[in-house]
């Protein structure tokens, strides 16, 4: 075996590898910064939870709209996608409070925004609880 295959194989990720770095991802966006508390990063997950959880409460009191998929309005999955990252809020507000957002609060908009920058962001958590998985990332 040369050195450049040793190299390759010693850098394959082993099965509990695998689902170290599955489970930590499913976490992460089920329930923010669970990902992080999940890897030994109890601080970054308590206050990336907080942050993501400021947010939603932000939107949500604002009476921002919770995207949900539209007949004939192809963005509306993109923008539904993107608010389902926030995971478990998400599904909760939509199925367990019935919430879609008033379109006549003055809020609104403002509340949108934040709805949605909730789940983009627990997105990105996602991603770096990934790196940190994968132990590209301290």
């Known amino acids: ?11 394959a990720p082993s099965e509990a590898d695998l689902s170290k770095v599955v489970g930590a991802m499913f976490a992460a966006w089920l329930v923010p910064g669970a990902g992080h508390f999940m890897l030994g990063k109890r601080g970054r997950g308590v206050s990336f939870f907080l942050l993501v959880l400021a947010a ?5 009191l604002l009476h921002g709209n919770l995207y949900r998929v539209l007949p004939d309005q192809p963005l509306t999955i993109l ?15 939509r199925f367990y409070l019935g919430y879609q957002g008033d379109l006549t609060s003055v809020g609104y908009e403002y509340g949108t925004a934040f709805l949605l920058t909730a789940g983009l962001m627990n997105l990105l958590l996602v991603m770096d609880a990934w790196d940190i998985a994968r132990g590209r990332k301290e």
Do not use: C, H, I, W
């Open 79 to 93: 923008a539904t996608l993107g608010s389902m990252g926030m995971g478990a809020p998400y599904f909760f507000l």
């Open 1 to 11: 075996m040369t050195d450049s295959e040793s190299a390759a194989n010693s850098s």
């Open 56 to 60: 939603v409460l932000t939107g949500f």
